[in-house]
């Protein structure tokens, strides 16, 4: 009966499961489990968009009336619109905390994220891993396959950095440009490090298809873990970014830790 309300956007007034000729009352759970007898479903739709279904069942046969229906259709209606203004507020408060191109987190967000996460471990006496992270030589890709691929590039990166640590307790950010951070809770220097290697790897590996070209890149990251490498988030933050240039002065395409 749901799907059929889902399917058609209509409501479904079933006065007598037992004996409405549309539906197999046998292979409904409410009249096998529960003796319903009549139902009244309505979809939740704005327009053509349906978000789902609402029922009211009676043990009694002609439970509901056509009056019945029409209100709970009502009750619908209002509860579609309510449903569709909070998806927009949530896709707003999106907007202003995540990243259009990668849908990571913002650098504003990010820090507020981070500062609380340290106020945290500060009571639990737990460690937190910080990375950063930047596309090597990414104005020389964009210089010569285009903005386009570019962009692909940093969609890349967000795949990669959610592969490795986005089931974890983490959170991700692009900080600005094509330098991105991250921060671990509850890790270990080993632990920071082996994350790091692990992103280090699976970039390279990683290929970026366009027109019948092939592009690969590579990262450098710097790491740093609190508190044994600082206290402050803005401080830890720095630190991790002068070991990323460090890895980039050595080479690129590595991990520097303190």
Known sequence: MDKWVLRHNLSLLVEDMAEDFRFDCT????????????VMVSPLSVGEKVKGTMKVESKAPSGFSLDDSRILRSI??????????????????????????????????FLVRLKEEIGQAYLTGTRIGILMLDIDDFKSINDTYGHVVGDLVLKKLA??????????NSSICRFGGEEFTLFIVDCTRDGLYEVGKRIRKKVYKSIVSFRRKHISFTVSLGGVLFPEDGNDPTGLIDRADQLLYKAKREGKNRLCLP
């Open 159 to 168: 795949i990669v950095l959610n592969e490795v640590v986005g089931d974890t």
């Open 27 to 38: 292979k409904v759970a409410a009249f096998r489990e529960r003796n319903i007898r009549s």
């Open 76 to 109: 619908c209606d209002l509860g579609a619109v309510v449903l569709e203004r909070a998806d927009l507020f949530q896709k707003a408060q999106d907007l202003a905390i995540r990243d259009s191109l990668t849908s990571l987190f913002l650098r504003e967000h």
